[in-house]
């Protein structure tokens, strides 16, 4: 493991911003692997990546890559550390702002602190051209506020009949509470792609005829015993396992993910910035009440 600081890349980028958010309805189903390795397939490409562990209590992104972080998010808050001090580079390039796992107050992060955060980050925008949110899992204000900001909402599901029932409730409250319009669907820990399109058939019908939101299936990931094998091992299963069928799904999701339309914001060249800028106009009246 190392703490290697990510060296400032101030080149323009030839690639559209964007900022995709992955989250779930429970625990489990294997989002932060994905998270994980989506960052290192889309570095592969040539994207510039920044990770971010947003899942502020139950951190584990800075394991699963193989680094270790000196710094975390509760050290940028709490003034002790910049966030380029807290920023880890991890393989293929993709740089880390770790959380910090076991940390309750970062848990029900109030406005005033969160609001602190989103403007540390955003002084990076012209370092990154993607950046990828690992959210914590379930409807709570901060895994649905960092997902309903994204440019593309990621929901993690497997056929698990509870998961399916959690996912649906996500999204239920990303398009009823939130206002998300569109919602990407991966299907993890599937047997193939006819288990995939069962789960995807019926997901979609539900919110079809209950919701008022677009879900667009995006992939799935095998089922595969190398996953667990490339956790152990804290590396990634893309590029310590390339030719896994597992590692092979997950280069195709990223690659999917990266061609997916996204909401115009503007100028294109503000990208990233506006998925803070969002953050903060949903959070902008508890920001005011001095939330802590």
């Known amino acids: 493991m190392h703490t290697t600081p990510t060296p400032l890349r101030p080149e323009p980028t030839a690639y559209e911003p964007r ?40 951190a584990n992104l800075d394991l699963l890559l193989g680094v270790e972080a000196r710094y975390t998010v ?22 880390l702002l770790a959380a910090c796992s076991g940390d309750v107050e970062l848990a029900a992060l109030g406005g005033k602190a969160r609001m602190n955060l989103f403007d540390a980050i955003d002084s990076l925008e012209q370092r990154y051209d993607t950046v ?14 960092f997902a309903s900001a994204a440019q593309q909402v990621v929901v993690v599901v497997t056929p698990d009949p509870t998961s399916m029932a959690d996912a649906y409730a996500m999204i239920k409250v990303l398009s009823q509470r939130c206002h998300v319009e569109r919602v990407s669907l991966v299907v993890n820990q599937a047997s193939g792609a006819v288990e995939a399109d069962s789960v995807v058939d019926r997901l979609v019908a539900l919110t079809q005829r209950f919701l008022d939101v677009t879900v667009v299936p995006v992939g799935f ?14 590396e990634p299963l893309v590029s310590s396992l390339p030719s896994t069928s597992a590692s092979s799904s997950l280069r195709a999701l990223a690659k999917r993910l990266l061609s997916e339309p996204t909401p115009p914001h503007g100028s294109v060249a503000a ?14 009246a508890e920001g005011r009440d001095g939330g802590q």
């Open 74 to 95: 509760r050290d940028v808050l709490d003034g002790k550390a910049s966030i380029e001090e807290a920023i880890v580079e991890g393989p293929r390039g993709v740089s």
């Open 19 to 58: 900022v995709i958010a992955v989250t779930s309805g429970k625990g489990g189903v294997g989002k932060s692997v994905i998270s994980a390795n989506v960052a290192v397939a889309c570095a592969s490409q040539g994207r510039r990546v920044l990770l971010i562990d947003a899942d502020l209590a139950l």
């Open 271 to 284: 990208g990233p910035s506006l998925f803070w800028k969002r953050l903060m106009g949903v959070d902008e």
């Open 221 to 234: 990931v095998y089922a595969d015993a190398a996953v667990s094998r490339s956790v152990r091992a804290c």
């Open 132 to 145: 990828i949110v690992d959210t914590g899992a379930g409807v709570g204000s901060n895994a649905t506020g």
